[in-house]
Nanobody, 123 residues
């Protein structure tokens, strides 16, 4: 498994931007598919984005397409989520996750999870 630590959350006004980071340690970071999930109060955890181990393939939830960009820097063992044009409905705790395949990660079945970072968007 790999240990994951998120950072970069905070409070912004609608229309603003934030960049989340997910630092990985432990087993080889580059061999895993990585992803982001979020969970708002009273709601189920939902898929946000995923990225292949090469970084060449990305996948997004419809609700964030065109606004969020997922990327990874294997040399730094870090994954990012650039969030632009933020909306109040983006308010949630954001979690990063790692797994052996895109199907597994997108299904929320990744073997490693971070502790989460809070994102709050005010109107």
């Amino acid at each position: 498994q790999v240990q994951l630590v998120e950072s970069g959350g905070g409070s912004v006004q609608a229309g603003g931007s934030l960049r989340l980071s997910c630092a990985a340690s432990g087993r080889t970071f580059g061999s895993y598919v990585m992803g982001w999930f979020r969970q708002a109060p009273g709601k189920e955890r939902e898929f946000v984005a995923a990225i292949s181990w090469t970084g060449s393939i990305t996948r997004y939830a419809d609700s964030v397409k065109g606004r969020f960009t997922i990327s990874r820097d294997t040399a730094k063992n870090t994954m990012y989520l650039q969030m632009n044009i933020l909306k109040p409905e983006d308010t949630a705790v954001y979690y990063c996750t790692a797994g052996p395949s895109a199907v597994v990660v997108a299904a929320g079945q990744g073997h490693s999870w971070g502790q989460g970072t809070q994102v709050t968007v005010s109107s």
